[in-house]
């Protein structure tokens, strides 16, 4: 395994024999309830679902099963032989019971599918979703996650950028979510508008507290055609510097349970429609500027993990 500080998506794989799975991103069709007047028909102040994945332009119009033969190709010529399914773009859960399982289902008989990773908001998961989520752990025993957009911890900051639910959701969602045995992934978000370095740290300390199997963390960046567009063209929003992110990650990391899985240190840092921050980085390069942060300040993760117990 690699020697990191942190514990990686990839060695967590390595460690239940899994090593070989490659993650195809899939566009089911699915709306937002933030976006279709539902909540609201502003979305997210950053919402830009093409840019969350560089091949999510090319999905569009593509059924289910083009998507997933395209997908394998692609990973079959870096050598993967296994896949996870990973429906990614809007809201996942969003849809009537009988909706769901017909698209969940399309990828179920694929016997090159190792896994299924659905991702969707917190205030999206009814008990008959996540009855019928848990009733397909017989067939992905290993690699069944429900990705829930957590993104911060403090309402102010979700009101600020018009998501649609209160933290709560997310504690709801979590608690609810594991009775129901699943696997949950929260994504958090560094750099949201008007927080402070303290309350990023705040929101890492109740993911830790909330215990997920896997955390996501993204970095904000400003895409065109957004209402934080217009904030940062006006001044009123300005990105993150790059030392900035890699300090305040590292930090983060630390503060978590040393057997989470960091599924993700970075969001997208270039492609259409993406203009700030300009870093000037490769992905390969923001990980390994983190983990040299880390091991020259004597951080790893749950260096400064608190196990904080509380009921909400």
Not at 36 to 50: E, M, R, W
Not at 136 to 159: I, N
Not at 243 to 269: D, F, T, W
Request: one cysteine or more; hydrophobic letters at 35%; charged letters at 25%.
């Amino acid at each position: 395994m690699e020697h990191l500080p942190y514990l990686t998506f990839k060695n967590w794989l390595r460690s239940i024999g899994e090593e070989g799975a490659y993650k195809i991103t899939i566009d089911a069709g699915f709306s937002c309830p933030n976006r279709d007047g539902t909540l609201s028909q502003a979305g997210c102040i950053f919402c830009d679902n093409a840019s969350f994945s560089p091949a999510h332009r090319e999905l569009a119009g593509k059924t289910l099963a083009e998507q997933i033969e395209n997908g394998k190709k692609f990973g079959k010529r870096f050598g993967y032989d296994k896949f996870i399914a990973y429906f990614q773009a809007f809201t996942n859960t969003y849809g009537t019971v009988d909706e769901l399982k017909q698209k969940y289902d399309a990828i179920v008989d694929d016997e090159e599918i190792a896994g299924l990773a659905i991702g969707t908001r917190p205030d999206c998961v009814s008990d008959d979703v996540l009855d019928l989520i848990a009733s397909y752990q017989s067939r992905f025993p290993k690699l069944l996650y429900l990705e829930l957009g957590m993104q911060s911890a403090h309402d102010k900051t979700l009101e600020r950028i018009n998501r649609g639910h209160l933290h709560k959701a997310t504690i709801n969602a979590v608690y609810r979510a594991k009775k129901y045995g699943l696997k949950i992934v929260l994504h958090s978000i560094l750099g949201l508008p008007e927080e402070s370095d303290e309350e990023i740290m705040e929101t890492a300390d109740e993911v830790a507290r909330l215990n997920p199997h896997s955390i996501k963390i993204h970095h904000l960046y400003v895409c065109e055609n957004t209402a934080l567009a217009k904030m940062y063209k006006v001044g009123e929003y300005k990105a993150l510097e790059y030392q900035n992110y890699i300090e305040l990650v590292s930090k983060y990391i630390a503060r978590l349970p040393e057997n989470m899985v960091i599924q993700r240190l970075v969001g997208e840092l270039a492609g259409k429609g993406i203009i700030a921050p300009n870093w000037g980085k490769s992905k390969a390069q923001v990980i390994q500027d983190i983990v040299k942060y880390m091991n020259s300040n004597n951080l790893r993760q749950g260096r400064n993990y608190i196990d904080k117990k509380r009921e909400d």
